[in-house]
């Protein structure tokens, strides 16, 4: 998310899956213009729902699902899970096989990408309609599911970027915490003195961060994606190379092979939990997750600079498979999801800040879980600092992702200069989206 987000996809796998689901696509899609849903003969309608994350969410999801067959006794559910390993990888040959799962999670990484290749139902009839209720959404969060003027996925969160910080380390050597607003260059030289002090990296090195690159972009006047292209270039690649370069002959960061540690996606594997490293650059959502992992007390502010660079994201998404045989009852299910105030109750703030207003605040005046209402205090502030949001990337967005990690990691082992990794690592992209 968000913040947990799954390890990218090979975009040539997803390519072949593509090519088999056009394939198989005159009978699918034969089938499914008869319109409407078709149950079974006793009326009963098993859906097929797919998400990943930890053990934790499967819980809250599972609970979640059960309470909507209680409510509506003729839909079941075949729910599977997994990791973030792998997990579009899997999608995407289940798509191709014909056997895809009515209901999926995605997120702004693929949602274009499917979007594009007509996997995902268009949800904007159901909701002019009434049938998905996004009344009480920020129009700005919903809105962030359009591709090309279809409704591809529901918004099932509201998130944003956080630096999570260790509080009990520093409060214990007497440094002072991180504060919102705080520039790239403070906190550089702050965990530097945080390095000195306590013998523990003051910061993760975020070089291969898409987060905080795309935010320190647009704090610089630019932007990930722009005008159907890259909104950045090679000079700007070289210079936040170089920034975190220095930072490491400061000795602010880890070595590269605990950088590289904190470069994977597992949220317990995080340096700030693991004891490598001070703070940890993550999505806000993930504190409580954070937090069953270390005994330490930590705090979460923005990323550095100015926190209008960062925006309301959609941290995930559910979407329907076009090809549903069951496209009414499984938008039924997440409009249930999103909208339910038990529903709401359940899932708390795992995927986000929950999208319906009204149950975001039932949910912070009710969570007993201190770093819950952390994460729901902290973007409710930093919400009333956000700027607009970007578009939502564009189709390649995993491969701008991945990438990022190769070029920022081969000029933290000593393989590549900034300049000569930020020139390979703009082909690359440029490639990618092309």
Not at 67 to 93: E, I, S
Not at 204 to 233: C, E, H, V
Not at 242 to 252: G, R, T, V
Not at 419 to 430: G, H, N, R, S, V
Request: proline share 5%; glycine share 8%; with cysteine.
């Amino acid at each position: 998310m968000h913040p947990t987000t799954p390890t990218t996809l090979g975009r040539r796998r997803f390519l072949r899956g593509i090519a088999a689901l056009a394939v198989a696509a005159p009978l699918m899609f034969g089938a499914a213009a008869c319109g409407d849903d078709k149950s079974g003969d006793d009326g009963k309608v098993e859906l097929s729902f797919f998400w990943w994350g930890g053990d934790a969410r499967a819980k809250l999801t599972e609970q979640a699902l059960d309470l909507y067959t209680t409510k509506h006794p003729n839909v079941t559910f075949k729910k599977t899970w997994q990791a973030n390993q792998g997990y579009f990888d899997k999608l995407a040959t289940l798509t191709a096989g014909g056997d895809a799962p009515d209901i999926f999670q995605i997120d702004d990484n693929y949602l274009t990408e499917y979007a594009a290749r007509n996997v995902t139902l268009d949800l904007m009839s159901y909701k002019d309609s009434g049938k998905l209720d996004v009344s009480k959404f920020p129009e700005s969060l919903w809105k962030y599911g359009l591709v090309d003027g279809k409704l591809a996925g529901l918004a099932f969160g509201e998130n944003t970027q956080g630096m999570v910080y260790n509080k009990t380390l520093l409060e214990k050597n007497g440094l002072p915490e991180p504060t919102i607003g705080m520039s790239w260059q403070e906190l550089i030289d702050w965990a530097a003195q945080v390095t000195a002090k306590t013998k523990i990296p003051g910061t993760q090195d975020p070089s291969a961060d898409y987060k905080a690159f795309w935010i320190w972009l647009r704090q610089n006047g630019k932007d990930m994606y722009k005008d159907g292209g890259l909104g950045f270039t090679a000079e700007d690649v070289t210079a936040w190379f170089q920034m975190w370069k220095d930072a490491a002959a400061k000795k602010a960061t880890p070595t590269a092979d605990v950088i590289h540690e904190g470069n994977d996606t597992d949220i317990t594997k995080q340096l700030v939990v693991t004891g490598r490293a001070a703070t940890s650059f993550v999505w806000v959502n993930q504190m409580p997750e954070l937090k069953k992992n270390t005994k330490d007390e930590l705090g979460v502010v923005s990323y550095p600079g100015d926190p209008s660079a960062q925006w309301a994201r959609a941290s995930m998404y559910f979407s329907v498979f076009r090809n549903s045989k069951h496209k009414d009852a499984a938008v039924d299910v997440i409009n249930f999801l999103a909208n339910d105030p038990e529903a709401g109750e359940i899932l708390g703030t795992d995927r986000g800040l929950p999208s319906n207003q009204d149950i975001r605040k039932t949910v912070a005046d009710t969570t007993t879980d201190p770093a819950m209402k952390q994460s729901i205090e902290v973007e409710t502030e930093l919400a009333t600092k956000f700027g607009p949001s970007p578009q939502v990337p564009l189709k390649g967005h995993s491969k701008v992702r991945s990438e990022l990690v190769k070029a920022a990691e081969n000029v933290q082992y000593g393989r590549q200069t900034p300049a000569e990794a930020a020139e390979a690592y703009l082909k690359t992209c440029q490639a990618a989206i092309a």
